[in-house]
T-cell receptor, first 114, second 114 residues
Framework: AQSVSQHNHHVILSEAASLELGCNYS??????LFWYVQYPGQHLQLLLK??????LVKGIKGFEAEFIKSKFSFNLRKPSVQWSDTAEYFC????????????FGKGTTLSVSS | DSGVTQTPKHLITATGQRVTLRCSPR?????VYWYQQSLDQGLQFLIQ???????AKGNILERFSAQQFPDLHSELNLSSLELGDSALYFC?????????????FGPGTRLTVL
């Protein structure tokens, strides 16, 4: 069965610090990869997605993620975080041969202090 | 605002009761997904409907059922409720059932079982 692991449960950073959130998935076939963000009191929103092509994908609000197939990883990065990035971040995978439902990681809570 | 609406926002009920959660997908979206978010299990896929028909099942209990109506809105029915069913229930929609489609999430219904 597919699974997604997010290594960091809670990350605390100061504004302007760089961010990297880890995400590993287990599935041997072709996958689509997603990062969603959930701001306090709001619904899940798509940050970025990878389907194929350039393994470095850029999303909204300055976020990017790199797909490394050999490591089954899809880490999320941002060079300089802002207080407004405080939120919960979810990595998700969808395997083409296994339907279209998303398998989510447990999430990483990011707290940014100003 | 994702365009996906869910009602009610909050629901408080007692063990053994039955509730119905409602979801209206974005205009034009044919696929509806239901997810459950709890502290211990994280975000888990429950069930997917596409254009009125069940397309995929995830970790959905037998006490739970869903349907999608001709106008494409969906309802999730939870019966014989237990304390452990307390969770946030999200609905998501996508254009079709393709694996690469972005899913747009609603604001969720918070269910509390007392």
């Amino acid at each position: 069965a597919q699974s997604v692991s997010q290594h960091n449960h809670h990350v605390i950073l100061s504004e302007a610090a760089s961010l990297e959130l880890g995400c590993n998935y287990s599935y041997g076939g072709t996958v689509n990869l997603f990062w969603y963000v959930q701001y306090p009191g709001q619904h899940l929103q798509l940050l970025l997605k990878y389907f194929s092509g350039d393994p470095l994908v850029k999303g909204i609000k300055g976020f990017e993620a790199e797909f490394i197939k050999s490591k089954f990883s899809f880490n999320l990065r941002k060079p300089s975080v802002q207080w407004s990035d405080t939120a919960e971040y979810f990595c998700a995978v969808n395997a083409n041969q296994a339907g279209t439902a998303l398998i989510f990681g447990k999430g990483t809570t990011l707290s940014v202090s100003s | 605002d994702s365009g996906v609406t869910q009602t009610p926002k909050h629901l408080i009920t007692a063990t053994g009761q039955r509730v119905t959660l409602r979801c209206s997908p974005r205009s034009g979206d044919l696929s509806v997904y239901w997810y459950q978010q709890s502290l211990d299990q994280g975000l888990q896929f429950l069930i997917q409907y596409y254009n009125g028909e069940e397309r995929a099942k995830g970790n959905i209990l037998e006490r739970f059922s869903a349907q999608q109506f001709p106008d494409l809105h969906s309802e999730l029915n939870l019966s014989s409720l237990e304390l452990g069913d307390s969770a946030l229930y999200f609905c998501a929609s996508s254009v079709d059932s393709g694996s690469g489609n972005e899913q747009f999430f609603g604001p969720g219904t918070r269910l509390t079982v007392l």
